[in-house]
Every structure is written in C-alpha cells, then in structure tokens.
C-alpha cells in the first residue's frame, strides 16, 4: 500500500502502466502490488545479464516493450537504478524516466492512501509474449 500512495503521487509520470526491473524477488513483488493497488498495469520483463549492450535480446525486448506502450517509467530500486539508466545510451532509450522504490515509500506511520477500487473490466498486468523475433505483441 505504501507503494502504490507513492505511485499515485507521481501519477503524471506514470500514466498507467511501469514496466518492472527489479532484480530481488521480495522487492519486485512489492513494486508489482503497489501497482495493482492504484491501477498502475506493471509489465514484468527480463532482467538482462549486462544493461551496457543494448544489442542484447532483453534489451530490445525492454525498449521494444517501453515503445509499445508509449515509453512507461521503470520501476526500479536505487542500488539497480545505476545499471537501468545505461539503457538510455545503449539501447538507445532517450526519454527514459526511473523511479526507485525507495523513493516511492512514504514513511511507515503515514495513512494508506492512493488506493484505487477494481471495476471487472480492468486489466491488471500486461504479460507480454515476443517469441523468437524480440518484438511484443499484446
């Protein structure tokens, strides 16, 4: 819940939809529920061995993704944010934004807030397929 106040706080920059690289389990479960609890669709994608070859198949399959769904944010934490900010030269992903968990976390003792209701309608997270060719489809 805390996430997704933080997330609802940046609303603007977010634009429904964060695509995931996060590289430890715990955190990305954090960043992936704070995004459904204020409607933000996350779309989990590979973390890549290096972010420096943007040559690489995860790295066209992560710029491929942010050109599809109209350059997202990435979600991200701030010991990984270093290595995802490389994309912007190597894959090349210019208008790249980053936002760090720990940015996004309000302090403990602070009220829920940003909490969206669900509608049956909504989609909850986009799980993108690219097969052999690194382009995604929905």
């Not at 710029?63 to 990435?74: M, S, T």
């Amino acid at each position: 819940a805390r996430v997704a106040a933080g997330l609802a706080a940046r609303a603007g920059e977010v634009c429904g939809r964060a695509i995931l690289q996060v590289p430890a389990l715990s955190e990305h479960f954090i960043c992936f529920w704070g995004c459904l609890l204020c409607k933000v669709c996350p779309v989990a994608v590979a973390i890549p061995p290096s972010y420096e070859d943007g040559a690489h198949a995860v790295c066209c399959k992560i710029r491929n993704v942010w050109q599809l769904l109209a350059e997202p944010p990435v979600l991200t934490t701030e010991a990984h944010a270093g290595r995802v900010q490389r994309l912007r030269l190597a894959a090349p992903m210019p208008g790249l934004a980053l936002l760090c968990l720990e940015e996004l976390m309000p302090p403990a003792d602070a009220p829920p807030s940003g909490l969206a209701e669900a509608a049956p309608g909504d989609v909850a997270f986009l799980q993108l397929s690219s097969g052999s060719t690194g382009v995604p489809k929905c």
